[in-house]
């Protein structure tokens, strides 16, 4: 899940886009998103449990088996652990390898679609619940796209909990907020939150400070709306609109994350690899190649310059499921980066 520059990307593959919260899951076209997971015959060597994650909500669990280090793998937004059910087997030689759909999606409990019910802090808890449930000791987590929100937020809150992160095309401003380009989606937060205060009823008895913050974060709101509405000057009109209320709460739900203490790897698709999705459009096609290399390139520097302990890799041409497309570089890395890691004492 990418946004803003990305948001551009989306709608040209798309045809839609929401001010910026739009993802990078979205990139794919139709026919790419439907293939993306194993289909309705699920033939992946795993056992199903259900996990009680909080009141009334149970987490699907898929469990590939293996021995060694557990690795748990969480998808991204709008997908279920069987995403990974190609993926998963090749690494369970080397480790156990464990899966969680997310609440909202699949066979998980859908709680109703709140920004409470699904924010980062809720979602890193349902996964924090399964880890303690299952028994792991400190696991690997993985996530891909959105997942990065749950590895950035339990990095945070609780890195004794895990031994390292991996993200896959996951580690984008929902997962490490860059202030110096800003994000429409958490600026828009919380810019409302902001604004909330000078409403009658709602009005905090410092006004002068809030008048402050406000005179601060609307120049520069406005600067990224300027950005953005000239990223989109190419793109077509869209061709459907609406997002499903699971994936509007957890946009709602997200909060900035400035970096964690945990080992990281970020792997990006980069530059990617965008299929047909712009077929016999050429003027779409460069658009959405400048945005990524905009978006995706700065964010790599970002971190790069800002996380010098995150190992960084880039495979060119895979695209947003990278762990698909481009299956054997992603085990490649994967495997060298967690053979490294420190033995536990």
């Known amino acids: 899940m990418i946004r803003q520059g990305h948001a551009l990307i989306a709608v040209i593959a798309l045809g839609f886009c929401c001010l910026g919260t739009t993802a990078l899951d979205e990139i794919l076209s139709d026919e790419q998103q439907s293939t993306a997971e194993t289909g309705s015959r699920d033939e992946s060597p795993?056992?199903?449990?259900?996990?009680?994650?909080?009141?009334?909500?149970?987490?699907?669990?898929l469990d590939w088996g293996g021995s060694g280090r557990a690795i748990v793998l969480l998808a991204g937004l709008g997908n279920t652990?069987?995403?990974?059910?190609?993926?998963?087997?090749?690494?369970?030689?080397?480790?156990?390898?464990?899966?969680?759909t997310r609440r909202g999606f699949g066979n998980s409990s859908s709680?109703?679609?709140?920004?409470?019910?699904?924010?980062?802090?809720?979602?890193?808890?349902?996964?924090?619940?399964?880890?303690?449930?299952?028994?792991?000791?400190?696991?690997?987590?993985?996530?891909?796209?959105?997942?990065?929100?749950?590895?950035?937020?339990?990095g945070t809150r609780h890195p004794e909990m895990v031994a390292a992160l991996v993200y896959l095309d996951a580690a984008y401003s929902y997962a490490f907020y860059d202030?110096?380009?800003?994000?429409?989606?958490?600026?828009?937060?919380?810019?409302?939150?902001?604004?909330?205060?000078l409403i009658p009823g709602r009005e905090t008895t410092d006004r002068k400070r809030v008048y402050e913050d406000l005179l601060v974060m609307l120049p520069r709101f406005e600067n990224e709306l300027r950005i953005h509405q000239q990223e989109i000057r190419d793109v077509p009109e869209p061709l459907e609109s609406g997002t499903p209320k699971v994936e509007e709460a957890i946009d709602a739900g997200e909060r900035k994350f400035a970096g964690t203490t945990v080992p990281t790897l970020a792997i990006f698709a980069y530059p990617h690899d965008f299929g047909s999705a712009f077929e016999n459009n050429p003027v779409a096609q460069a658009a959405a190649e400048k945005a990524d290399q905009s978006w995706t390139g700065a964010q790599i520097k970002f971190i790069e310059s800002k996380y010098p302990s995150i190992r960084l890799v880039s495979i060119p041409h895979a695209s947003h499921f990278l762990f698909q497309s481009k299956e054997a570089d992603v085990l490649h890395d994967m495997n060298f980066f967690i053979h490294g890691l420190n033995e536990e004492k």
């Open 179 to 197: 202030p110096s380009r800003g994000d429409l989606t958490l600026d828009s937060i919380e810019l409302r939150d902001k604004l909330d205060e």
């Open 46 to 61: 795993h056992t199903v449990r259900f996990v009680t994650v909080d009141s009334n909500i149970k987490l699907e669990v």
């Open 111 to 154: 709680p109703r679609a709140t920004p409470k019910n699904y924010s980062a802090d809720r979602l890193g808890d349902d996964v924090l619940a399964v880890i303690r449930s299952l028994g792991l000791k400190r696991p690997v987590l993985v996530g891909h796209s959105i997942a990065g929100e749950e590895l950035s937020d339990i």
């Open 81 to 100: 652990a069987h995403v990974f059910d190609d993926f998963a087997p090749k690494l369970t030689g080397t480790y156990h390898v464990y899966g969680i």
